[in-house]
């Protein structure tokens, strides 16, 4: 199932030995043959890895030993972590941002995430995104990466109550709304992002609102809450905060 023919000399350790809680999806974001792509991963110039690649025809390369830090995310947080790098596994999926992801290539990986989830116990709603960790640097793996199939497998968090242009009402930054935003800035940390608590639509706030409709609604991505995204927020948040207490009532 995984091509282990390859290996990067691109990697550290882990810090600590920090316990693997994540696996981030990237994009490689460049139109090149998979082999090049792959050479460049294994080029020590390059100073980026991951622990496996799949090329656009689904076949799984393993780059990196999961129980090193492979370089992947990059300056990134989530829910604390300062170093996602030390507490994830990092998926290249080889597609240059602009095209649909290839049955092949999903299948391959909705199996291989099956595979990581119940060889290191990750959580399920612990699958990222690239610009998920890395708000406002990174933009992948894109709105065309399928976060609504990989639910209906059993991966990931997604919620139901996507965009219609009926329900979109755009919030107006006024005093009197002041709470509202603190509230939602709240909700938004507490899913993970990083943000601040400022009661103003800054651009910090922008740019989170931006990453998160990347991920949860992806039909219309404007960095804008409109109140669609506020259901959106509302319905993620309840989802990942009932999943985290499970794992501690476990």
């Known amino acids: 199932m995984i091509n282990d023919k390859y290996k990067s000399p691109n990697y550290n350790n882990r810090v600590d030995g920090s316990k ?22 294994l080029d020590p110039l390059s100073k980026v890895s991951c622990h496996y690649f799949i090329d656009n025809k689904g076949t799984i390369y393993s780059l990196v030993n999961d129980y090193y830090r492979a370089w992947h995310a990059g300056k990134s947080y989530w829910n604390g972590c300062g170093d996602i790098n030390s507490q994830s596994i990092g998926i290249e999926l080889h597609n240059s941002g602009i095209e649909e992801f290839s049955g092949n290539q999903i299948n391959s990986l909705l199996k291989l995430l099956e595979l990581l989830i119940s060889k290191h116990s990750i959580e399920r709603h612990n699958i990222l995104g690239h610009s998920d960790v890395s708000v406002g640097r990174k933009i992948d793996p894109g709105i065309k990466f399928p976060w609504q199939f990989l639910n209906r497998s059993g991966i990931g968090v997604y919620s139901g109550m996507g965009y219609t242009k009926k329900n979109i009402c755009n919030i107006e930054v006024a005093d009197q709304k002041k709470l509202a935003i603190m509230r939602y800035q709240k909700k938004m940390i507490e899913i993970g992002f990083e943000l601040s608590i400022s009661g103003i639509i800054d651009e910090q706030t922008k740019k989170v609102v931006t990453a998160f409709q990347r991920h949860w609604r992806s039909e219309l991505v404007d960095g804008k809450i409109d109140q669609n995204t506020i259901s959106v927020i509302d319905d993620i948040h309840r989802k990942i905060t009932d999943a985290r207490n499970l794992k501690f009532e476990n």
Request: proline fraction near 5%; charge should be neutral.
């Open 20 to 41: 693997i809680d994540y696996i981030i999806i990237h994009y490689t974001g460049v139109n090149a043959p998979s082999q090049s792509i792959i050479r460049w991963f």
